[in-house]
């Protein structure tokens, strides 16, 4: 045969082992990166044919019809889903990146739509993407610039139904742990006016006004330093921040969306999605229409007047906790149980504490229509609502109110990103969550998520993780594991939290049932104390109200572990940080009553527990 027509020939074989093999190896036998890249592909359980060019007859001429084709000389040569990647070291890198996932998930007219045929897919126009600038994406944005790479963060905040809207840096900054903790501060110093009395300042319980508008102005004045200071900081960092709406079109391609309805299309070899979540309405008459949730109160411009919280778990008792604080009458509908997945003892004291100090609880309740009485701000609103009694009979009523708050929990902001564009299922069941792996990544590596959009944020105990600090620190770990040799995973053991109810609560670790549940009764022991705060013991109203704090701590009977810390105080989340550091050493009930408390805190009395709980004995701790 004359050469042109065996050239003719081998390219031909060439052609049909690319075309029939999603990945096709041309390999030699004693060749190590042969071998290197084989072992790699199989440890990622990628599927591939190889042919070993030594072994076959025509193994020479076929390597000179590759070397014509790809101008690489050397072996392993390697082609996916048709396009040539290169040597083991190029493979290799392109497993690492994610790019070999990619392309194997990736239709032919998704490549085509790509415009990826002939590319090597190593022409992004950023390193990373992140999809939303909220306490997650920040910090993993600027995390990976760090490591000097091209960082492009995306954030865009819908209105809520009734027009709300805020700036950049997420839930945490605009209308959580912020707005949330400061609200709680105004309470308190309320609180505190009614004690001032005991102190000898009779002027300041007397003179006891709140003015919301006021509030609100300071608040959001700090915000918006806030929502600036993330700006420049952004700039001076030289991360790209767009304000627009991102959604997925295909495998590392985002349509961006800006205010006025303006769109263009972006790359990214990596992207994130951290995109958080959002309140849920009940889906009953008026509910956006009239309700109002978080997303709303802490910009709200006018006084809410008397409020009725709907739902019983974090953000609902907070809230409820500073309505009243700052003297609202406050209505709270509870369908099932307080803080579900929190120890439910600290819960009911909790409850307890909220009654006593005159919040109305509205037990087995569920709202079924809103009718608006009187427009205005705040109008005048009546719920109507259904009531499970003990005896079992169903009541129907209404309550009237001003305002009503729904927190009946969240939904994550991933329905219109168009996840199914790159063959991601979302789930209504566990509120839209993206399900990731240990490492944040979901089906393919180029893509992770974090924050409050992933499904796996639960403590081994259930209990819910979305919380900012967690939020942070996922996302900076992920940086460092895309774009450094780090290798460190987020640790959801042991993490603290703290519910900003009147009465603070903090906890770390195993709530009592799932103690008991994982390890059996036998198993553990519970060192209890009820303590008056030193700062309530003078004041008549305290008094009144039989106001007590409560601590406890879990211990595992065999190793002297200390497994859960929960304590029901004034600063528990000053209490509870420090803590946690001692947790996460793995602390035993002995290094606790080893340490020396400082006197007279709320927190020595973690220090000094030798009251268990199987003894029965009185819990109630008196003076020093
Ligand atoms: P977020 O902070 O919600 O940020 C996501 C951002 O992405 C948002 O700005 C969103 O508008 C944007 N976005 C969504 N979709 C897109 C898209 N397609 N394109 C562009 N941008 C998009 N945690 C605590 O630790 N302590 C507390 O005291 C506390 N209090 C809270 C009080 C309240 C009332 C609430 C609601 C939450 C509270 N949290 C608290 C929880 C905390 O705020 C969240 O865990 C944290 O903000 C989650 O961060 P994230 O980055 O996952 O999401
Ligand atoms: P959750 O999902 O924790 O709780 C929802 C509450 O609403 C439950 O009490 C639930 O009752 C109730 N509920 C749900 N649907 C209805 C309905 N149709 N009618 C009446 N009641 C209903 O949501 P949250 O919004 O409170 O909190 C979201 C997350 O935000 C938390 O998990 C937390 O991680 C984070 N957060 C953290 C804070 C902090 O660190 N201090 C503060 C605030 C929020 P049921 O038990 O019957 O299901």
Redesign the pocket.
């Known amino acids: 045969m004359p050469p042109t027509k065996v050239a003719e020939a081998m390219a031909d074989v060439v052609e049909k082992y690319i075309n029939e093999h999603d990945v096709m190896i041309f390999s030699k036998s004693w060749c190590p990166y042969c071998k290197k890249i084989k072992e790699a592909l199989r440890s990622a359980n990628v599927e591939f044919y190889a042919i070993e060019l030594d072994k076959i007859d025509d193994g020479e001429l076929i390597l000179a019809e590759l070397i014509n084709k790809t101008e690489q000389e050397t072996v392993p040569n390697i082609f996916i889903k048709k396009q040539h990647i290169g040597g083991c070291d190029k493979t290799l890198e392109a497993l690492k990146q994610g790019r070999v996932a990619t392309l194997l998930n990736t239709t032919d007219t998704e490549m085509k739509h790509q415009g990826v045929d002939n590319d090597t897919l190593d022409s992004y126009d950023y390193d990373l993407i992140v999809?939303?600038?909220?306490?997650?994406?920040?910090?993993c944005s600027k995390e990976a610039r760090s490591f000097d790479k091209k960082v492009c963060v995306?954030?865009?905040?819908?209105p809520t139904p009734i027009g709300t809207t805020?700036g950049?840096?997420?839930?945490?900054?605009?209308?959580?742990?912020i707005?949330?903790?400061l609200m709680h501060q105004a309470s308190l110093i309320g609180e505190y006016a009614n004690d001032s009395n005991d102190y000898g300042w009779s002027q300041l319980e007397k003179a006891r006004q709140h003015d919301w508008s006021k509030m609100i102005q300071s608040i959001q004045t700090y915000i918006r330093s806030l929502n600036f200071k993330y700006r420049t900081d952004l700039r001076s960092k030289d991360v790209v921040y767009?304000n627009?709406?991102?959604?997925f079109v295909s495998p590392h391609r985002l349509k961006?969306t800006d205010k006025k309805g303006q769109t263009k299309e972006i790359t990214g070899k990596y992207i994130v999605v951290?995109?958080?979540?959002?309140?849920k309405y009940p889906n009953i008459e008026g509910d956006t229409k009239y309700g109002i949730t978080?997303?709303d109160?802490?910009s709200l411009n006018y006084d809410p007047g008397k409020t009725i919280v709907v739902g019983a778990s974090?953000?609902a008792l907070?809230?409820a906790g500073f309505l009243h604080g700052i003297g609202r009458e406050v209505h709270i509908f509870v369908r099932s149980i307080l803080l579900r997945g929190f120890d439910q003892q600290m819960a009911s004291k909790i409850g307890d504490y909220m009654s006593s100090i005159g919040i109305q609880f509205h037990h087995q309740t569920i709202p079924t229509r809103i009718e608006c009485l009187e427009e205005g701000k705040p109008g005048k609103l009546r719920l109507y609502y259904r009531q499970t009694l003990e005896s079992g009979d169903i009541k129907e009523t209404y309550e009237d109110c001003n305002t009503i708050l729904f927190?009946i929990g969240?939904e994550a902001?991933?329905q219109?990103?168009n996840l199914d564009q790159i063959g991601i299922h979302l789930n209504p069941i566990n509120g839209f969550k993206i399900k990731t792996k240990e490492e944040q990544s979901i089906h393919v590596p180029w893509l992770h998520a974090?924050?409050?959009?992933?499904d796996e944020q639960t403590m081994p105990l259930g209990k819910p993780?979305?919380?900012?600090?967690?939020?942070?620190q996922t996302?900076q770990l992920l940086a460092r594991r895309l774009f450094s040799t780090s290798s460190i995973k987020m640790d959801y053991y042991n993490i603290p939290?703290?519910v900003?109810t009147p009465i603070e609560y903090g906890a770390i670790g195993y709530c009592e049932e799932d103690a008991i549940l994982q390890l059996g009764q036998d198993n553990i022991e519970v060192f209890h104390s009820e303590f008056i705060p030193l700062e309530w013991a003078i004041c008549h109203h305290r008094e009144e109200i039989k106001a007590k704090s409560y601590c406890k701590l879990i211990v595992e009977k065999k190793t002297g572990r200390v497994i859960g810390f929960h304590v029901l105080s004034p600063n528990s989340?000053e209490i509870t940080q420090g803590y946690a550091v001692a947790m996460r050493l793995g602390a035993t009930k002995n290094d606790f009553d080893m340490t020396v408390g400082i006197h007279p805190t709320c927190s020595e009395n973690l220090t000094t527990l030798s009251v268990t709980k199987s003894s029965g004995d009185s819990v109630e701790k008196e003076g020093c």
């Open positions: 999809i939303g600038g909220g306490s997650g994406g920040l910090a995306l954030d865009f905040v819908k805020w950049l840096g997420g839930t945490c900054v605009n209308v959580g742990c707005p949330k903790k767009e627009a709406y991102g959604q961006l951290a995109v958080g979540g959002r309140p978080s997303d109160l802490f974090y953000v907070e809230c927190a969240r902001c991933t219109d990103l974090i924050g409050d959009c992933i993780l979305e919380l900012t600090p967690v939020a942070i996302g939290t703290t900003f989340g």
